[in-house]
């Protein structure tokens, strides 16, 4: 099997959530701290060794592309300046990755945006890796599925355990133990199902490692959930081993995992993420300490 090398990012979704902040620009954009949500997720795929990444955008797309090119004009200002530490940090997400676009069009579902990779993916397989999610540096998830890839030679997905109150917001997976703990054999998927007809408390979350044929499968998948083409539906087909792609298994997620999908999860991970910063964490922690102290909680 060769190695994996490219992950897609879906990022066409027009962040409706987040109006009128995302009325110009990709939701992908909002800064996480100091850096747009989008360049976690890059330095993610990178850290895991797949450094050519294929953005699937929408209208806005501009910023995206700006922010993982150069700007000459800022990197003079800088340089002149003698502001070494900016520069780098300005230079080096130029030098990230391979980044390559997309236009999605009609924006028709998860599964359409996937199946717009078609042409840059090719015959190999490849990861998917959704902007509303955050996984931790620390807790190296993409790298635990490539190596179930490896071993396995099957569609990989993240699970992650979640509160039955909460499983009507993810993909839900009917899933078997296998002799590794971390690891399950997915036989059953269900796009937010109501929390009386979802077959267990394993969530999706924004990680796959997909197969070529899923293409395929994608392509006569009609649409489901709220009139869209669902990756999940897809990838249910795939988990009864189509044409021998060895079926779906879920690497269970126990790390560190920040959503940014929605506006009150959205603060919370940057006041985490600055949390855990040395030049921010210590003020932070203590101004936050006195903050609900004085709101009386
Ligand atoms: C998508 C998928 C869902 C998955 C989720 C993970 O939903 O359709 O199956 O559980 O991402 O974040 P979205 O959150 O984009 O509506």
Redesign the pocket.
Known sequence: MTRITKAVIPAAGLGTRFLPATKAMPKEMLPVVDKPAIQYVVEEAVAAGLDDILMIVGRNKNALANHFDRVTELEETLEAKGDDAKLQRVVEVSHLADVHFVRQGDPRG?GHAVSRARKHVGRESFAVL?G??LIDARDPLLTRMLDEHAARDATIVALLEVDPDQIHL??AAEVEPTDDPDVVRVTGLV?KPAKEHAPSNY????RYILKPEVFDVLERTPPGKGGEI???DALMEMAGDVEGTGGVYGVVFRGRRYDT?DKLDYIKAVIQLAGDRDDLGPDLIAWLAGYVASRGA
């Open positions: 998860l959704l509303d999610d993810y993909g796009e969530a999706v979350i924004g669902q990756l999940t999908g």
